[in-house]
């Protein structure tokens, strides 16, 4: 891709010499304002006696499951891991008593089988299901694995161990088995309301079938099979019958290439009696997508894609419009029912207890936060519960139906858990916790922008001022792109832990005296499936590379930037846009940190799609290289910090080896730090920091402040 005349007049800037001017002093370090516990993995007990809250709290690598419960509501630690150890803590799952609660402890294994290990531990590690008493108490491991399922019945647990189906007591300590040996890798386990069966997804890789197990017959069948790919099981309320969704084989399209139609997706209901829909075998369709526009399935964050509401009405996201809305459909059949209408997108869903209404998340009425909403699943008038200038995500209605809790933020104040009761103010489930040193007061409010991308396209950022710009004065400034790239940097602390890091390092690099702009680029999300799926953007053309330059050139005509001293960062896919700016604008961007970013598209494609083969599609595979950095280093003369752990499992480490190996053959200056062990998202907090301190001192050292 040509850069357009109009960038090539602008851009006559003579390469940068390391920056000599004096570090300025900042207000606060990396290690304070990365420093409040972050709050994740929000769930509601089932029981609806029960009105108590339980979520992961993260302190500085030291991750513990935490529960608030009436009347008090005051959040308590249950477990009580004391270190930076690295190990995840996920899917929490409360049993139905509320007495319990089940999680994950320790990360998924790579395609070799090894758990993540940051800490290069030579004894063993692993990934396993646990459960802990509500009150505390010592945890007991159920059995290696994922992926838990706690029965109705409140005895037993089912989780996924090496593709298979296995389950435990919670009552006796030796009844882990598996439960089920079969063909395929099994995921997305279903109860059925009454304990009886257990429904979940036999992924046979080109095609997938929605399975059904029978706990007392101990047999196995596959429900309405076909060449397609079925997921998302929903049982009924009263255990009768099975939605799921089919996705049409052949319907996905490379990744990283836009997707704006296919073949259309559809919902089915089968009859669990006799497996069969409107003829022996068979399912019933009760919804298909239109062909066009929303004729490719996207999915909201939510537990299950399908939620079976009151009234036999079954609840789906669907983009018909343009945005990800929701949609309800009766269990007969016929016309979807628009839930939520207008120009933005739902993103966290789930059900009330008695099913009757959606409680979401949602940018409506105000593009760059997420508010909390609820609407009735048979349609109505959409009900705004939170507004102003925070931010709250992760709805999560109480047990008793009486509150609602979710996480809630601001421009300073960090993610914490709240509750709110019918229209009152939110109340902090864990006061006090945040340390007296966080850097609250010293933050600064970003401020929303747009500007044009090179071809004209309208971007959307975050602009962070320096406390004490004066008028005249032309500061340093960085440019920060986020991963995904289906995300969206907010005017606020981020619900997504990596990018409240990041967040947090754009804050302290304003502090630093920085100019910081964040930049939510086309193919990210919030703003519209056309946005998303723009044309050209990644392995297909890199359209994005339009609005890293629009960026660049916003920045270097404001009175406030030196536009001889912009620098770049990102990780991820962010790392893949900083390693092209460097690559293709060397003279606009004056330095760079990219943390594990994509290099080579044809490499990258391989890790998501193995039997992808560049030289059986020769045409896509020239493009794709063509949309990478690697295509480019001949012109790449500004210095990068590379920063990358080596048992990444999203972006393949020799990405980076392989660049670092073209640079140096060029001459170019190039940092690196390497973390041994650590994967994609770094999993301990010691990592994060150092990580961060590095790439200060980088831009420090070019930039100068």
Same mark, same amino acid.
């Given at each position: 891709?040509?850069?357009?005349?109009?960038?090539?007049?602008?851009?006559?800037?003579?390469?940068?010499?390391?920056?000599?001017?004096?570090?300025?002093?900042?207000?606060?370090?990396?290690?304070?304002?990365?420093?409040?516990?972050?709050? =994740?993995?929000?769930?509601?007990?089932?029981?609806?006696? /029960?009105?108590?809250?339980?979520?992961?709290?993260?302190?500085?690598?030291?991750?513990? %499951?935490?529960?608030?419960?009436?009347?008090?509501?005051?959040?308590?630690?249950?477990?009580?891991?004391?270190?930076?150890?690295?190990?995840? +803590?996920?899917?929490?799952?409360?049993?139905?008593?509320?007495?319990?609660?089940?999680?994950?402890?320790?990360?998924?294994?790579?395609?070799?089988?090894?758990?993540?290990?940051?800490?290069?531990?030579?004894?063993?590690?692993?990934?396993?299901?646990?459960?802990?008493?509500?009150?505390?108490?010592?945890?007991?491991?159920?059995?290696?694995?994922? !992926?838990?399922?706690?029965?109705?019945?409140?005895?037993?647990?089912?989780? +996924? /161990?090496?593709?298979?189906?296995?389950?435990?007591?919670?009552?006796?300590?030796?009844?882990?088995?598996?439960?089920?040996?079969?063909?395929?890798?099994?995921?997305?386990?279903?109860?059925?309301?009454?304990?009886?069966?257990?429904?979940?997804?036999?992924?046979?890789?080109?095609?997938?079938?929605?399975?059904?197990?029978?706990?007392?017959?101990?047999?196995?069948?596959?429900?309405?099979?076909?060449?397609?790919?079925?997921?998302?099981?929903?049982?009924?309320?009263?255990?009768?019958?099975?939605? *799921?969704?089919?996705?049409?084989?052949?319907?996905?399209?490379?990744?990283?290439?836009?997707?704006?139609?296919?073949?259309?997706?559809?919902?089915?209901?089968?009859?669990?009696?006799?497996?069969?829909?409107?003829?022996?075998?068979?399912?019933?369709?009760?919804?298909? $997508?239109?062909?066009?526009?929303?004729?490719?399935?996207?999915?909201?964050?939510?537990?299950?894609?399908?939620?079976?509401?009151?009234?036999?009405?079954?609840?789906?996201?669907?983009?018909?419009?343009?945005?990800?809305?929701?949609?309800?459909?009766?269990?007969?059949?016929? @016309?979807?029912?628009?839930?939520?209408?207008?120009?933005?997108?739902?993103?966290?869903?789930?059900?009330?207890?008695? @099913?009757?209404?959606?409680? *979401?998340?949602?940018?409506?009425?105000? +593009?760059?936060?997420?508010?909390?909403?609820?609407?009735?699943?048979?349609?109505?008038?959409?009900?705004?519960?939170?507004?102003?200038?925070?931010?709250?995500?992760?709805?999560?209605?109480?047990?008793?139906?009486?509150? %609602?809790?979710? +996480?809630?933020?601001?421009?300073?104040?960090?993610?914490?858990?709240?509750?709110?009761?019918?229209?009152?103010?939110?109340?902090?489930?864990?006061? !006090?916790?945040?340390?007296?040193?966080?850097?609250?007061?010293?933050?600064?409010?970003?401020?929303?922008?747009?500007?044009?991308?090179?071809?004209?396209?309208?971007?959307?950022?975050?602009?962070?001022?320096?406390?004490?710009?004066?008028?005249?004065?032309?500061?340093?400034?960085?440019?920060?792109?986020?991963?995904?790239?289906?995300?969206?940097?907010?005017?606020?602390?981020?619900?997504?832990?990596?990018?409240?890091?990041?967040?947090?390092?754009?804050?302290?690099?304003?502090?630093?005296?920085?100019?910081?702009?964040?930049?939510?680029?086309?193919?990210?999300?919030?703003?519209?499936?056309?946005?998303?799926?723009?044309?050209?953007?990644?392995?297909?053309?890199?359209?994005?590379?339009?609005?890293?330059?629009?960026?660049?050139?916003?920045?270097?005509? @404001?009175?406030?930037?030196?536009?001889?001293?912009?620098?770049?960062?990102?990780?991820?896919?962010?790392?893949?846009?900083?390693?092209?700016?460097?690559?293709?604008?060397?003279?606009?961007?004056?330095?760079?940190?990219?943390?594990?970013?994509?290099?080579?598209?044809?490499?990258?494609?391989?890790? #998501?799609?193995?039997?992808?083969?560049?030289?059986?599609? $020769?045409?896509?595979?020239?493009?794709?290289?063509?949309?990478?950095?690697?295509?480019?280093?001949?012109?790449?003369?500004?210095?990068?910090?590379?920063?990358?752990?080596? =048992?990444?499992?999203?972006?393949?480490?020799?990405?980076?080896?392989?660049?670092?190996?073209?640079?140096?053959? @060029?001459?170019?200056?190039?940092?690196?730090?390497?973390?041994?062990?650590?994967?994609?998202?770094?999993?301990?907090?010691?990592? #994060?920091?150092?990580?961060?301190?590095?790439?200060?001192?980088?831009?420090?050292?070019?930039?100068?402040?």
């Amino acid at each position: 891709m040509t850069p357009p005349l109009r960038y090539l007049a602008l851009v006559t800037l003579a390469p940068l010499a390391p920056a000599a001017l004096p570090a300025q002093q900042s207000g606060f370090t990396i290690e304070q304002v990365m420093s409040a516990p972050f709050p =994740d993995e929000l769930t509601a007990a089932p029981a609806p006696t /029960s009105g108590a809250v339980a979520w992961v709290s993260n302190v500085r690598g030291v991750r513990n %499951i935490w529960v608030a419960a009436p009347p008090d509501y005051v959040g308590r630690a249950v477990t009580a891991y004391t270190s930076d150890d690295g190990q995840e +803590i996920a899917e929490l799952r409360c049993t139905p008593d509320a007495r319990a609660i089940v999680y994950v402890r320790g990360g998924d294994a790579n395609d070799k089988g090894e758990y993540p290990n940051p800490h290069s531990l030579v004894t063993r590690v692993e990934q396993a299901v646990w459960v802990v008493l509500a009150s505390g108490g010592a945890p007991r491991r159920i059995g290696e694995g994922h !992926g838990p399922a706690v029965s109705p019945k409140g005895d037993r647990v089912a989780f +996924i /161990s090496h593709g298979q189906v296995w389950w435990g007591s919670f009552t006796d300590s030796t009844a882990t088995d598996q439960l089920i040996r079969a063909r395929g890798t099994a995921r997305s386990l279903r109860w059925s309301p009454d304990g009886s069966k257990l429904a979940f997804v036999s992924d046979r890789g080109d095609h997938a079938f929605v399975a059904l197990y029978d706990v007392v017959t101990k047999t196995l069948r596959y429900l309405d099979p076909s060449v397609d790919s079925d997921g998302e099981p929903a049982w009924s309320p009263d255990g009768r019958r099975i939605a *799921f969704l089919r996705i049409p084989a052949g319907a996905e399209g490379m990744p990283f290439t836009p997707q704006r139609s296919g073949q259309p997706w559809s919902i089915r209901v089968v009859d669990v009696a006799t497996g069969a829909g409107a003829g022996a075998g068979a399912g019933r369709e009760v919804w298909v $997508a239109d062909s066009g526009r929303g004729s490719v399935f996207r999915e909201i964050v939510a537990a299950n894609q399908i939620l079976w509401g009151a009234g036999d009405r079954i609840v789906f996201p669907w983009e018909k419009d343009g945005w990800t809305h929701l949609y309800s459909v009766p269990l007969a059949g016929g @016309r979807a029912t628009l839930l939520t209408p207008g120009g933005f997108e739902v993103e966290h869903v789930t059900l009330s207890p008695d @099913r009757a209404t959606v409680v *979401f998340s949602s940018n409506q009425d105000d +593009i760059e936060r997420r508010h909390i909403w609820t609407v009735p699943v048979a349609g109505g008038q959409p009900t705004r519960l939170t507004r102003g200038t925070g931010l709250e995500w992760t709805p999560m209605m109480t047990g008793d139906g009486r509150a %609602i809790a979710f +996480i809630q933020a601001g421009t300073r104040t960090p993610p914490h858990p709240v509750l709110q009761v019918g229209g009152g103010t939110p109340r902090d489930l864990a006061p !006090g916790v945040v340390p007296a040193d966080f850097p609250e007061a010293a933050l600064v409010d970003p401020q929303p922008v747009v500007f044009p991308g090179v071809d004209g396209l309208p971007v959307h950022g975050q602009l962070f001022l320096p406390r004490g710009l004066k008028g005249g004065e032309r500061r340093p400034a960085v440019i920060f792109f986020h991963g995904g790239s289906r995300r969206q940097m907010l005017l606020g602390w981020h619900y997504f832990y990596y990018y409240r890091n990041a967040y947090a390092l754009n804050q302290y690099l304003a502090s630093r005296g920085y100019v910081v702009l964040s930049v939510n680029y086309r193919s990210g999300i919030a703003y519209g499936m056309e946005f998303r799926e723009a044309l050209h953007y990644g392995a297909q053309g890199a359209s994005e590379f339009n609005d890293v330059l629009g960026a660049g050139l916003y920045l270097g005509t @404001r009175p406030d930037v030196d536009a001889k001293r912009i620098g770049l960062w990102g990780g991820s896919y962010g790392g893949f846009l900083t390693a092209m700016g460097l690559a293709r604008a060397s003279d606009l961007f004056a330095a760079g940190v990219d943390l594990h970013g994509v290099h080579d598209w044809n490499v990258e494609i391989q890790n #998501w799609v193995p039997s992808y083969d560049p030289s059986k599609q $020769a045409d896509a595979a020239k493009l794709a290289y063509e949309s990478s950095p690697i295509a480019y280093v001949k012109d790449w003369r500004s210095p990068v910090l590379l920063i990358h752990g080596d =048992d990444d499992r999203n972006v393949q480490f020799s990405q980076t080896v392989q660049l670092a190996t073209a640079l140096r053959a @060029r001459g170019v200056k190039v940092d690196q730090l390497i973390l041994p062990d650590e994967i994609h998202d770094f999993l301990t907090h010691a990592d #994060w920091v150092a990580a961060y301190e590095a790439a200060a001192e980088f831009f420090r050292k070019w930039l100068g402040r």
